[in-house]
């Protein structure tokens, strides 16, 4: 199946087109910018560049994948609403894939523990824990918005297991995490990668365009302080 693949969930955002086929998967092309410009300027751009430069349309594409959440509100906003565009214009199926699941699979091929960590702020982390070796990555735990005091204590009972953090709290959480025992992810396989997007959409029921949402696990900045103006 010929899978376009989207990630927009946090400050790097790219694009992959990639062949998933049970025997053997192809990664065919991916583009990848990690600067300060809105993923509304150069999310679509890439695409269109990327499909160009390997002489494939995107009416061949039979699948579209994005990374639905969690991360930034603007971002998966952006994504999810291009895929959902590209879904209603090609007339093909999309899938929403978890941006801490996707992340996991930067690790496969490591031993180990993959801690994904996106910086969610107000001290928290997205994050989730994931078992990685030579097969897909294995959950450990859902995906939840969790404390770094609150994640030591959890990470303490792999205390035996090599504990890898990957995702763009990565750096933050290596930090915090004083008191237990981890490494960081190279930096060439730390942040979001659409082709892993591609690769763990199998995982996921396929869906319509009218039908895909994002996932968020905290409520957006503005309704919190909202809320918080109300009860007080």
Known sequence: ???LGLDASAIAGSCALCEV???K???IA?????????HSQT???MVEAMMKSVGIDLKQVELAAVTAGPGSFTGIRIGVAAVKGLSYA??????GVSTLHALAYNLVGFDGIACVVMDARCNQFYNALFSVGKGIPERLTPDRAISADDLAAEL????DKRIILVGDGAELAFKLLKDVKTELAPLAVRFQKAENVCLASAEYEQTSARELLPIYLRLPQAERERLAKLNT
Not at 30 to 38: M, R
Not at 90 to 95: E, F
């Open 21 to 23: 086929r049970e025997e």
């Open 43 to 45: 999310l679509l751009p």
């Open 30 to 38: 991916e583009s990848f910018v990690n600067t300060k410009q809105t």
């Open 1 to 3: 199946m010929l899978i």
């Open 25 to 27: 998967s192809v990664i």
């Open 90 to 95: 090609l007339d093909i199926p999309c899938v």
């Open 156 to 159: 303490a009972q792999y205390v």
